[in-house]
C-alpha cells in the first residue's frame, strides 16, 4: 500500500455490477492500472436471479482522486452504479474475522475473557488453541487482533468490509 | 447460408451467425489476416459478397487501416485476426485506438473452449491481454450468444465516447450450431451502459451565462467534436461566428473548424502556435469542447492557464478534474451540447461584451504578428514546412485526405497543413505510434477510392509498417506517401539537442532503403525531391502519377519543430525557432522527468 493511503482519507465505495465473467479483473486492473489503493475488496452475488454482484471498495485519495476513482468505475461497460458510501450519508460497515491464538494457562484464559468483552465466539478448539470468529467495524476487528497478540496470535483471515447506507433508500 | 431445421427455427454456425450480424450492422470491409482459429470465419466470408475483406501484411495494420476508415467515415472499422500472435500483433492498434477514442470492433480467433487455459498452439490470453486497452471485450461461449454480443459490441464500441471492443472467437463456437434473429437495431438498449447525450439544463444556461460575461474568452476544442460528427463542427461554426470569439484545437480536433477562418488560431500545446498558447494562458474564460487537457497541452500543470474560468463539455465524466480542475462541467455529446448552448445563447439574446473582445483581439493580433511558424527557405536545401506548405497548395483544392506518421513531420502537417473539414486528418495522437500513418491511409483509400490520399511520412516512421505497401498494391491503391527524409529520428534527435547535449544516442537513420527502388520492387513508382526549385514540379507530377507513389523528399535534416512548450514548462515560456533561446532552453532536470 502506497504512502499516500496514510494520510488520505478512506472511502468505502459500492459498486453494483452486472455479473459477466471478469468484471471483478476489470474493476481490480482499472485500480491497479491508474495507480489506486485497494485497502479492502468484497464481492459477492446479491441477488435472487444472480445476475448481479455487488463490490465493497475500501480506497483512499484526496477528493479529486476519490471523484476520477467513481468516475473510472462508471466508465466499466457491465457497471449498474456506484456508490461512495463514505459521502453519501451514514452507512453501517461491518468485517468478519476467524482468528487463531494458539495459548497454555493464563493466556488461555486471558483470551477467552477478551473474546466475551468483544463478543466473539470460539467456533474451535483445541487443548492448545482457539479459533474466535468476531464481527465487527474495521476498528473493533483491529483492536481484537491487537489484543490477542501477546495472548498466542497465530493466524488472522478477514472478510475485509462490507457496508449499506443507512435508512429506507436502497442503491 | 448453410442451416438445419431445429425446433422450426433455422440454425446456422456460429461464424455464419456472426457474419450475418456484421451484415446487419451494415459492415462492408473488413481489414484482416488469417489463420488456424478464424479458418471457420474465413469460410464463412467465402461464401458471402455482401462484406469486403481487405488481406493486410500484418495484424497491426490492419488496425491501423481501421482507425482510418473509421476517423475518414465515421463508421466503426472491423478488424479480424487469428489467435496468438494475430492478436497480440493487434494490441498497438487497439491502444492507439482506445487513446483516441476511435469505435473499433476488433474479432479475435481463439483456440477451441476446452483448450483455453492449456497453452494450447497459438493461445494467448487475449481478453486479458486486452482488457486494459480496450473499451470493453467479450469472450463468445455459446453460437447462440454470438449474434447478440456482436450487436452490442457495436453499440458499446459507436455510443458515449467511441472506443475499440474485441469480441474472442473460439474456434468450437464458430463451428457450433446457434440461432440467430436480427434483433431491433434502432431501439437496442444496454444493460448497464447508459451514456449520457444532453447536457443538463441548469449546466447549459450557467455555461452559456459564463462565455457571455467573458472579456477574454477562448474556444478551445479537440477530437471529440470529430467522433460527433459533421452536424457537430457545423455547430461549432455557428457558435464562434454568434460569439466572435478565438478559437484554437488540439492535434485530434484539427478540421472541426476551418483553419483558414480568422478566428482560428491554429493548433495549440506542445508545439502549437504563439499565439494559441498565450491565448490560452491569459483566457479568462475557457471554453474546451471534446478535449482533455492532456500533459501535451497544458504544459506544467500549476501554470495552465492560471486566471481563467473553466468550462469542460465532454461526454465522458472521467475526463473531468482527471488533471486540471473545472469550473463548470457539462457532461454529454457535444453535438447536442452545442445545440443546447446555440438555442440558449439565442433565446437570451445574449451579447459578447464587444469592447473586452475587441481588446483582447489585439493582444491576440500582437501575439500573432510574431509569426511564430516563420521560417526561411534558401534556394538549396528543402525546408521540411516549406514541403508541407507546398504539399497544401498543390492539394487543397482536391478533394483529400492526410495520414502521417509519428515526429517532426507530423507536427509541421499539424501546423502547415490547414483543414477545413473533419474527418480529412488521421494521425496517432494519444498513443504517437509511428508506423500509423501507411495502413491508415490504406483504410480511408478503402472508404473513398476516388478521393486523394496522402501519408505524410517521416523515413523513420515509414519502414515501422513498410509491409502493407503490398497491401496498398494488391488493391491498387493509389496513395501518395509524401516522406520528409531527414535521416534523422527528428523528433527525438531534438529532444536529444535541446535536452541531453546534443548527444545522439542511436538516431541517426542508418542504412536507409533506396526508396525509388523500394517502390519499383513493389511495382509503384518512386522519385526523389531534392531542390526547392524543383518541388512544385514534383510534387504536381507525383499527383499526375497514376498508382501509388513514394515521393522521398530531402529535406533540411537538423531543422528543429518549432514553437515548442518543453516538458515542465509553461505555455508562456514557449521556444520560438528564431529566438536566441532556441537552442538552450531552460528546462529543469524535473522537466526532463516529465517527458
Ligand atoms: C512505435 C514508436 N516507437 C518509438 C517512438 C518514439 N519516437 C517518436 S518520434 C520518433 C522519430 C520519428 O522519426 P521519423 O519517422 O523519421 O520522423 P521525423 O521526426 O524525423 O519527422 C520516435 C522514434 C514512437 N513514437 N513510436
Ligand atoms: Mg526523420
Not at chain 2, 419 to 431: A, C, H, K, V, Y
Not at chain 2, 506 to 530: H, N, Q, R, W
Request: proline share 4%; glycine share 10%.
Amino acid at each position: 500500500m502506497s504512502e499516500k493511503s496514510e494520510i488520505a482519507p478512506k472511502h468505502t465505495i459500492a459498486v453494483l455490477v452486472d455479473n459477466e465473467p471478469g468484471v471483478l479483473a476489470r474493476v481490480v486492473g482499472l485500480f491497479s492500472g491508474r495507480g489506486y489503493n485497494i485497502e479492502s475488496l468484497t464481492v459477492a452475488k446479491v441477488d435472487a436471479g444472480e445476475d448481479r454482484s455487488r463490490i465493497n471498495i475500501v480506497t483512499s485519495g484526496n477528493e479529486m482522486i476519490i471523484d476520477q476513482i467513481r468516475a473510472q468505475l462508471e466508465r466499466l461497460i457491465p457497471v449498474f452504479r456506484v456508490v461512495d458510501l463514505t459521502e453519501s450519508g451514514p452507512s453501517v460497515e461491518r468485517e468478519l474475522a476467524l482468528v487463531k491464538v494458539v495459548a497454555k494457562g493464563e493466556n488461555r484464559i486471558e483470551a477467552l475473557r477478551v473474546a466475551d468483552i468483544f463478543r466473539a465466539r470460539a467456533v474451535d478448539s483445541t487443548l492448545g488453541s482457539f479459533v474466535f470468529e468476531v464481527t465487527g467495524d474495521s476498528g473493533k476487528v483491529n483492536a481484537f487482533i491487537d489484543l490477542m497478540q501477546p495472548l498466542g496470535l497465530a493466524e488472522v483471515s478477514r472478510t475485509g468490509v462490507v457496508a449499506i447506507a443507512r435508512g429506507a433508500d436502497a442503491m | 447460408m448453410s442451416g438445419t431445421e431445429q425446433n422450426g427455427k433455422a440454425t446456422l454456425s456460429g461464424a455464419e451467425i456472426l457474419i450475418r450480424a456484421l451484415t446487419d450492422q451494415g459492415v462492408e470491409v473488413i481489414f484482416g489476416y488469417p489463420g488456424g482459429a478464424v479458418l471457420p470465419i474465413y469460410d464463412a466470408l467465402f461464401a458471402q459478397n455482401n462484406i469486403r475483406h481487405i488481406l493486410v501484411r500484418q495484424e497491426g495494420g490492419a488496425v491501423h487501416a481501421a482507425e482510418g476508415y473509421a476517423r475518414s467515415t465515421g463508421k466503426p472499422g472491423v478488424v479480424l485476426v487469428t489467435s496468438g500472435p494475430g492478436a497480440t500483433n493487434a494490441v498497438t492498434g487497439l491502444t492507439d485506438a482506445m487513446m483516441d477514442s476511435i469505435p473499433i470492433v476488433c474479432l479475435t480467433g481463439q483456440v477451441a473452449s476446452h483448450l483455453i487455459g492449456n497453452d494450447a498452439f497459438q493461445e494467448a490470453d487475449t481478453i486479458g491481454i486486452t482488457r486494459p486497452c480496450t473499451k470493453h471485450n467479450y469472450l463468445v461461449q455459446d453460437a447462440d450468444e454470438m449474434g447478440r454480443i456482436v450487436h452490442e459490441a457495436f453499440y458499446v464500441a459507436t455510443h458515449g465516447r467511441p472506443g475499440p471492443v474485441v469480441i474472442d472467437l473460439p474456434k468450437d463456437i464458430c463451428v457450433n450450431q446457434g440461432h440467430y434473429e436480427k434483433p431491433d437495431l434502432e431501439n437496442l438498449k444496454h444493460k448497464t451502459y447508459r451514456p449520457p447525450i444532453e447536457g443538463k439544463t441548469e449546466a447549459i444556461a450557467a455555461a452559456v451565462e459564463m462565455m457571455a460575461g467573458a472579456k477574454r474568452p477562448i474556444f478551445y476544442t479537440g477530437g471529440g467534436l470529430i467522433n460527433s460528427g459533421p452536424e457537430a463542427c457545423a455547430r461549432l461554426q455557428e457558435l464562434v461566428r454568434l460569439t466572435g470569439y478565438p478559437i484554437t484545437s488540439t492535434l485530434m480536433g484539427l478540421g472541426a473548424y476551418p483553419a483558414s477562418d480568422d478566428r482560428f488560431l491554429g493548433m495549440l500545446g506542445m508545439h502549437g502556435t504563439y499565439e494559441a498558447n498565450n491565448a490560452m494562458h491569459d483566457c479568462d474564460v475557457m471554453i474546451c469542447l471534446g478535449a482533455r487537457f492532456d500533459d501535451r497541452i497544458t504544459g506544467r500543470l500549476d501554470a495552465f492557464s492560471p486566471h481563467s474560468k473553466k468550462i469542460h463539455v465532454d461526454i465522458d465524466p472521467s475526463s473531468i478534474n482527471k488533471n486540471i480542475s473545472i469550473d463548470l462541467a457539462v457532461i454529454g455529446d457535444v453535438g447536442k451540447v452545442l445545440e443546447q448552448m446555440l438555442a440558449r445563447w439565442k433565446d437570451g439574446a445574449y451579447q459578447p461584451d464587444q469592447a473586452a473582445l475587441n481588446d483582447w483581439w489585439t493582444t491576440i493580433q500582437k501575439w500573432r504578428s510574431r509569426h511564430c511558424l516563420a521560417f526561411t527557405q534558401g534556394a538549396d536545401i528543402i525546408k521540411p514546412q516549406h514541403a508541407i506548405q507546398r504539399l497544401y497548395e498543390l492539394t487543397k483544392d482536391r478533394d483529400t485526405y492526410i495520414t502521417t506518421e509519428v515526429g517532426q513531420h507530423q507536427m509541421w502537417a499539424a501546423q502547415f497543413y490547414k483543414f477545413e473539414e473533419p474527418n480529412r486528418w488521421m494521425t496517432s495522437g494519444g498513443l504517437g505510434t509511428m508506423g500509423y500513418g501507411l495502413p491508415a491511409a490504406v483504410g480511408a483509400q478503402i472508404a473513398h477510392p476516388d478521393s486523394l490520399v496522402v501519408d505524410i511520412s517521416g523515413e523513420a516512421s515509414f519502414m515501422m509498417n513498410v509491409q502493407e505497401l503490398s497491401t496498398a498494391m494488391q488493391y491498387k491503391l493509389p496513395l501518395k506517401i509524401f516522406i520528409l527524409n531527414n535521416r534523422w529520428m527528428g523528433m527525438v534527435r531534438q529532444w536529444q539537442q535541446l535536452l541531453h547535449g546534443s548527444r545522439f544516442s542511436e538516431t541517426y537513420s542508418e542504412a536507409l532503403p533506396d526508396f525509388v527502388k523500394l517502390a519499383d520492387c513493389f511495382g509503384a513508382t518512386g522519385m526523389v525531391i531534392e531542390r526547392p526549385d524543383e518541388l512544385d514540379a514534383s510534387i504536381q507530377k507525383m499527383l499526375d502519377t497514376d498508382g501509388l507513389v513514394i515521393a522521398d523528399v530531402r529535406v533540411a535534416q537538423e531543422e528543429n519543430c518549432f514553437p515548442m512548450v518543453p516538458s515542465g514548462a509553461a505555455h508562456n515560456e514557449m521556444i520560438l525557432g528564431d529566438g536566441e533561446n532556441a537552442d538552450r532552453p531552460k528546462v529543469s532536470g524535473e522537466g526532463m522527468a516529465l517527458v
